[in-house]
């Protein structure tokens, strides 16, 4: 099948470093670094929206002068970096031309651009089956498959068209999970966010086509504020997947993103991601900063949300997908390995709110540190008084490469009923001289070894992803930990 | 009332007690105090912010208990004699932070065993009243030290053995109570301390706040138990803090049925390798009982082991709090931590908020914990049933077999049975049926 050749020389392309720092020099509309007022409402003005939108993003901009004032920035995960100077960063930039009506018209560095990331944008339907709405820096250029997705009724467009086009759903939801207030970072991204993807999919539709948004940060000292909404109507399925990949750049760059599923009764949302941005070189110079609001709500009795990710890249990662379990008998997962090499930091991990009766919550959380690297999982389970039956199942293991790297667990259980069954394990360990030996025996090489003993490691949360990413994922992990033994 | 006046009220109590306090007389020891005060001022009472006090508040401390220290008071002697030991044993009975020497048996001391209340002790005191940090997460250790009134100072010479457990037991007061402990095990040494704290039998408010430290020479064994027993009304807040030399042996069983706050912190470091520390916790928490058990342990040197198992049974509106803390430090490998904590709720009321915490940074150590959470088993207490065992009957066998765990690590003999009998003791008004 063509999907498979393609998908094979996509990853064969990630074998070696990384493959991905190159910037394309497309001349692009940039505002003035700095955050005040008038930025918030040169962003607005400039997509065009209306009223509610900019009273939105400004209430949120002023919640935000407050929380920076009161509290600062959130310093309790287990992560260091200087300083974030939020008036030396852009807060938009985007490719100059727009209001593109079909491929032809998109700029064909561009183009070129997404050809080295292997995006099928160019008409490759038969890869995947996957429709792309390709982010680049700030602005979507192009979507793809919109027109059969259009029959079943399904919406999947960016957030600003989302804005003009469907103005009700997106009042009626927008910030009904993350509220504006939610934290530091999701209360900048309120402001100032740039665009995303927009999904709605309507009652009883399953969405035949595994939905996907590849985000590039590309200008430099731009902040990339992402937001995406999600919403599943009643007895409706869809699956969304979000890889990323970003270039070499010697300055941090700051990415807070914000992700809002929205899931009724009997539907069920996937989300999966491979996130591969820079992770800065060997000291730590020069890597992405990813500070992430993901977060779903289970709205209706026996709504499902299921999170997978896997995470091999930035320098500092902050992310904790959760669920919010309402709907009686709804059912949240997490699956996730965090791979941190070299001087990369991630504090990740999920939350799990129970509230309805009957909920099911199951986390697979695997780490692995290299190098100097630190990676935390950090976690909640919260059965509250009305969640009788409730049921969590935790694992988290991490595997440390290497007498320099920490690997910590944090996993918080707040227990109110008695009816709730929550158990959790959790285990640290390291690749063992016998299982080297036994591979090496067999005549792996120590990398090979390696690799694939870590892939065992993460089997259960990789089975998880949809074929293509796990293919990719399988190698992005071998890359991550290149030169981490021996 | 606000948080200041408290704190003001405090220290004006702390001018006029001053004098009494042991250690009066030393210059060096009124400045250490002087400092801890000055040091609790600054910091005042540790709040829920504090991710160490997260689920453990004392805003109702403030309003409850007089802030000023307990003044002289008697018990019960039949309350003594049912919380001692039957057998043999040196014992120091504190009563409202006193040492009450009718009550206590110190006759007979081996040689090279000094014991005996910090009241009595003189060059000891600075080693006593060592700070515990200049922090708010510690601020009541420094409280304490500002106020010690008494407390037990224990210490074993090289190569010595005590046949005989040391007791502490210590009876509460409707106001402060400062106790403060230091344990000091020389090079071999071996002993048992059995710390308790009970009911006085008053309804009014109370507050204990104890410290204590604990040093283990290398090669030193220190089984350690610690009974918690108070009244519905007592506030009790202790800090542990426990030194643990090469190839020393530390065994902690902590078993805390009482309170109406009651938290036990242990700060547990490695300071030698090849030493092996084991920690056991039974909680019991009814009514609107709160109990907090927080640990840090700190695997600072290579090739020791930890263990941890706590175990809480929840009914009524208690709440019952787990925070254990491990930290590997770089370098301390082959270390050995394990943790597990296990939760039975018994009404709908109860709550449990569990807070493992584990920090690695070192790559060939061996660590895990698991938490498990749930009701009594629907299956084994029909089990029982279907054998003829009425469910209250069932239900309590499966409470005792699931305490029983943690008094088991207690040493078999007079020792085991007078914690089991303190765990059966709250079992037995264990409501019936109620499932």
Same mark, same amino acid.
């Given at each position: 099948?063509?999907?498979?050749?393609?998908?094979?020389?996509?990853?064969?392309?990630?074998?070696?470093? +990384?493959?991905?720092?190159?910037?394309?020099?497309?001349?692009?509309?940039?505002?003035?670094?700095?955050?005040?007022?008038?930025?918030?409402?040169?962003?607005?003005?400039?997509?065009?929206?209306? /009223?509610?939108?900019?009273?939105?993003?400004?209430?949120?901009?002023?919640?935000?002068?407050?929380?920076?004032?009161?509290?600062?920035?959130?310093?309790?995960?287990?992560?260091?970096?200087?300083?974030?100077?939020?008036?030396?960063?852009?807060?938009?930039?985007?490719?100059?031309?727009?209001?593109?009506?079909?491929?032809?018209?998109?700029?064909?560095?561009?183009?070129?651009?997404?050809?080295?990331?292997?995006?099928?944008?160019?008409?490759?339907?038969?890869?995947?089956?996957?429709? #792309?709405?390709?982010?680049?820096?700030?602005?979507?250029?192009?979507?793809?498959?919109?027109?059969?997705?259009?029959? =079943?009724?399904?919406?999947?467009?960016?957030?600003?068209?989302?804005?003009?086009?469907?103005?009700?759903?997106? /009042?009626?939801?927008?910030?009904?999970?993350?509220?504006?207030?939610?934290?530091?970072?999701?209360?900048?991204?309120?402001?100032?966010?740039?665009?995303?993807?927009?999904?709605?999919?309507?009652?009883?539709?399953?969405?035949?086509?595994?939905?996907?948004?590849?985000?590039?940060?590309?200008?430099?000292?731009?902040?990339?504020?992402?937001?995406?909404?999600?919403?599943?109507?009643?007895?409706?399925?869809?699956?969304?997947?979000?890889?990323?990949?970003?270039?070499?750049?010697? %300055?941090?760059?700051?990415?807070?993103?914000?992700?809002?599923?929205?899931?009724?009764?009997?539907?069920?949302?996937?989300?999966?991601?491979?996130?591969?941005?820079?992770?800065?070189?060997?000291?730590?110079?020069?890597?992405?900063?990813?500070?992430?609001?993901?977060?779903?709500?289970?709205?209706?009795?026996?709504?499902?949300?299921?999170?997978?990710?896997?995470?091999?890249?930035?320098?500092?990662?902050?992310?904790?997908?959760?669920?919010?379990?309402?709907?009686?008998?709804?059912?949240?997962?997490?699956?996730?390995?965090?791979?941190?090499?070299?001087?990369?930091?991630?504090?990740?991990?999920?939350?799990?709110?129970?509230?309805?009766?009957?909920?099911?919550?199951?986390?697979?959380? @695997?780490?692995?540190?290299?190098?100097?690297?630190?990676?935390? +999982?950090?976690?909640?389970?919260?059965?509250?008084?009305?969640?009788?039956?409730?049921?969590?199942?935790?694992?988290?293991?991490? =595997?440390?490469?290497?007498?320099?790297?920490?690997?910590?667990? #944090?996993?918080?259980?707040?227990?109110?009923? &008695?009816?709730?069954?929550? %158990?959790?394990?959790?285990?640290?360990?390291?690749?063992?001289?016998?299982?080297?030996?036994?591979? &090496?025996?067999?005549?792996?090489?120590?990398?090979?070894?390696?690799?694939?003993?870590?892939?065992?490691?993460?089997?259960?949360?990789?089975?998880?992803?949809?074929?293509?990413?796990?293919?990719?994922? /399988?190698?992005?992990?071998?890359?991550?930990?290149?030169?981490?033994?021996? | 009332?606000?948080?200041?006046?408290?704190?003001?009220?405090?220290?004006?109590?702390?001018?006029?007690?001053?004098?009494?306090?042991?250690?009066?007389?030393?210059?060096?020891?009124?400045?250490? &105090?002087?400092?801890?005060?000055?040091?609790?001022?600054?910091?005042?009472?540790?709040?829920? &912010?504090?991710?160490?006090?997260?689920?453990?508040?004392?805003?109702?401390?403030?309003?409850? #208990?007089?802030?000023?220290?307990?003044?002289?008071?008697?018990?019960?002697?039949?309350?003594?004699?049912?919380?001692?030991?039957?057998?043999?044993?040196?014992?120091?009975?504190?009563?409202?932070?006193?040492? *009450?020497?009718?009550?206590?048996?110190?006759?007979?001391?081996?040689?090279?065993?000094?014991?005996?209340? =910090?009241?009595?002790?003189?060059?000891?005191?600075?080693?006593?009243?060592?700070?515990?940090?200049?922090?708010?997460?510690?601020?009541?250790? %420094?409280?304490?030290?500002?106020?010690?009134?008494?407390?037990?100072?224990?210490?074993?010479?090289?190569?010595?053995?005590?046949?005989?457990?040391?007791?502490?037991?210590?009876?509460?007061?409707?106001?402060?109570?400062?106790?403060?402990?230091?344990?000091? =095990?020389?090079?071999?040494?071996?002993?048992?301390?059995?710390?308790?704290?009970?009911?006085? !039998?008053?309804?009014?408010?109370?507050?204990?706040?104890?410290?204590?430290?604990?040093?283990?020479?290398?090669?030193?064994?220190?089984?350690?138990?610690?009974?918690?027993?108070?009244?519905?009304?007592?506030?009790?807040?202790?800090?542990?803090?426990?030194?643990?030399?090469?190839?020393?042996?530390?065994?902690?069983?902590?078993?805390?049925?009482? !309170?109406?706050?009651?938290?036990?912190?242990?700060?547990?470091?490695?300071?030698?390798?090849?030493?092996?520390?084991?920690?056991?916790?039974?909680?019991?928490?009814?009514?609107?009982?709160?109990?907090?058990?927080?640990?840090?342990?700190?695997?600072?040197?290579?090739?020791?082991?930890?263990?941890?198992?706590? @175990?809480?049974?929840?009914?009524?509106?208690?709440?019952?709090?787990?925070?254990?803390?491990?930290?590997?430090?770089?370098?301390?490998?082959?270390?050995?931590?394990?943790?597990?904590?296990?939760?039975?709720?018994?009404?709908?009321?109860?709550?449990? *908020?569990?807070?493992?915490?584990?920090?690695?940074?070192?790559?060939?150590?061996?660590?895990?914990?698991?938490?498990?959470?749930?009701?009594?088993?629907?299956?084994?207490?029909?089990?029982?049933?279907?054998?003829?065992?009425?469910?209250?009957?069932?239900?309590?066998?499966?409470?005792?077999?699931?305490?029983?765990?943690?008094?088991?690590?207690?040493?078999?003999?007079?020792?085991?049975?007078?914690?089991?009998?303190?765990?059966?003791?709250?079992?037995?008004? %264990?409501? *019936? !049926?109620?499932?």
């Amino acid at each position: 099948m063509a999907a498979n050749a393609q998908t094979i020389e996509t990853v064969e392309n990630l074998a070696g470093e +990384y493959k991905y720092g190159f910037v394309t020099d497309i001349e692009s509309e940039i505002l003035p670094k700095g955050l005040s007022e008038d930025t918030v409402r040169f962003i607005s003005a400039k997509k065009g929206e209306p /009223q509610w939108m900019l009273d939105w993003r400004l209430k949120a901009y002023r919640a935000w002068l407050r929380m920076a004032e009161e509290k600062g920035e959130p310093a309790w995960a287990k992560v260091s970096y200087p300083k974030i100077d939020f008036q030396d960063i852009h807060y938009y930039s985007a490719p100059k031309k727009k209001n593109l009506k079909s491929l032809d018209e998109v700029d064909p560095e561009l183009l070129a651009t997404y050809e080295k990331l292997g995006i099928p944008l160019k008409e490759r339907e038969i890869l995947a089956g996957v429709a #792309v709405d390709a982010v680049f820096d700030s602005v979507s250029v192009a979507t793809t498959f919109k027109e059969k997705l259009k029959d =079943l009724g399904i919406i999947f467009c960016s957030m600003s068209e989302a804005v003009r086009e469907h103005p009700d759903l997106v /009042q009626k939801y927008l910030g009904s999970v993350v509220p504006i207030t939610d934290n530091f970072y999701a209360t900048l991204n309120s402001a100032v966010f740039s665009d995303g993807s927009f999904v709605y999919v309507p009652p009883g539709v399953r969405c035949p086509m595994e939905l996907s948004t590849y985000f590039r940060i590309n200008e430099a000292k731009t902040g990339q504020f992402e937001r995406t909404l999600i919403i599943c109507d009643k007895g409706a399925y869809v699956s969304y997947l979000e890889g990323c990949t970003a270039p070499m750049r010697d %300055e941090n760059q700051l990415h807070a993103a914000v992700v809002e599923l929205v899931c009724m009764e009997d539907a069920e949302i996937r989300y999966a991601t491979v996130q591969n941005w820079y992770p800065g070189d060997k000291e730590g110079r020069g890597g992405i900063y990813n500070f992430v609001t993901k977060r779903g709500a289970c709205r209706g009795a026996r709504s499902k949300i299921s999170w997978t990710q896997v995470e091999t890249g930035s320098a500092i990662t902050w992310k904790y997908p959760s669920v919010i379990l309402q709907g009686d008998d709804s059912v949240g997962e997490f699956y996730s390995v965090a791979v941190a090499n070299n001087a990369q930091q991630a504090d990740t991990g999920t939350k799990m709110i129970h509230l309805g009766r009957n909920t099911k919550s199951t986390i697979i959380s @695997k780490g692995i540190s290299a190098g100097k690297a630190q990676n935390t +999982y950090r976690g909640l389970v919260r059965v509250m008084p009305g969640a009788a039956g409730a049921r969590n199942y935790s694992q988290c293991d991490s =595997l440390l490469i290497g007498d320099r790297c920490g690997g910590h667990t #944090v996993p918080y259980i707040e227990v109110k009923n &008695r009816s709730a069954k929550v %158990e959790h394990e959790a285990t640290t360990s390291r690749i063992s001289d016998d299982q080297l030996f036994y591979c &090496r025996q067999r005549g792996l090489s120590e990398e090979d070894a390696v690799s694939t003993i870590v892939n065992g490691f993460c089997k259960e949360v990789l089975q998880k992803l949809p074929m293509e990413f796990a293919v990719e994922a /399988q190698k992005l992990l071998g890359v991550s930990l290149e030169g981490s033994v021996g | 009332m606000s948080a200041p006046s408290f704190i003001d009220r405090l220290s004006a109590a702390h001018q006029s007690a001053a004098a009494s306090l042991p250690g009066a007389a030393q210059p060096e020891v009124t400045a250490r &105090r002087q400092a801890a005060l000055d040091s609790f001022r600054r910091h005042g009472l540790p709040t829920a &912010r504090l991710e160490a006090w997260k689920f453990t508040s004392l805003t109702g401390l403030e309003r409850q #208990v007089p802030p000023q220290p307990a003044n002289e008071g008697s018990v019960d002697p039949a309350r003594v004699q049912a919380a001692t030991l039957p057998g043999d044993s040196f014992r120091l009975v504190f009563v409202n932070g006193r040492f *009450d020497a009718a009550a206590s048996k110190l006759a007979g001391l081996p040689k090279g065993v000094r014991l005996l209340p =910090l009241s009595q002790a003189g060059p000891e005191l600075p080693a006593v009243l060592a700070s515990a940090g200049d922090d708010r997460a510690t601020s009541l250790a %420094e409280l304490n030290a500002a106020f010690a009134s008494d407390g037990l100072l224990l210490q074993l010479d090289d190569g010595v053995a005590l046949d005989r457990p040391v007791e502490l037991v210590a009876f509460g007061a409707p106001a402060l109570v400062n106790l403060r402990h230091l344990v000091r =095990l020389g090079h071999k040494a071996e002993a048992t301390l059995v710390e308790s704290y009970r009911d006085a !039998g008053s309804a009014e408010t109370g507050w204990n706040n104890i410290a204590a430290g604990i040093e283990l020479a290398e090669g030193a064994k220190l089984t350690h138990i610690r009974l918690q027993g108070e009244s519905a009304a007592t506030y009790h807040a202790a800090l542990g803090r426990v030194s643990v030399g090469a190839q020393a042996r530390y065994a902690h069983v902590s078993v805390q049925a009482g !309170g109406r706050v009651a938290r036990h912190e242990l700060q547990v470091e490695f300071a030698g390798r090849d030493a092996e520390v084991d920690i056991q916790g039974l909680v019991l928490a009814r009514g609107s009982s709160h109990v907090d058990h927080t640990l840090r342990l700190h695997h600072a040197v290579p090739d020791c082991r930890s263990n941890q198992l706590f @175990k809480h049974v929840v009914d009524d509106q208690g709440h019952a709090v787990f925070q254990g803390g491990i930290r590997v430090a770089p370098h301390a490998q082959k270390t050995d931590a394990q943790q597990l904590s296990r939760t039975l709720l018994l009404a709908d009321r109860a709550q449990i *908020d569990t807070k493992p915490e584990l920090e690695i940074l070192a790559d060939d150590v061996k660590c895990s914990h698991g938490a498990s959470i749930g009701d009594v088993d629907a299956q084994q207490l029909f089990y029982m049933q279907a054998r003829g065992i009425s469910v209250a009957e069932a239900r309590r066998l499966l409470l005792s077999g699931f305490a029983y765990e943690v008094v088991s690590a207690v040493p078999e003999g007079a020792l085991r049975d007078h914690v089991e009998a303190f765990v059966e003791a709250w079992l037995v008004q %264990e409501k *019936d !049926g109620q499932a």
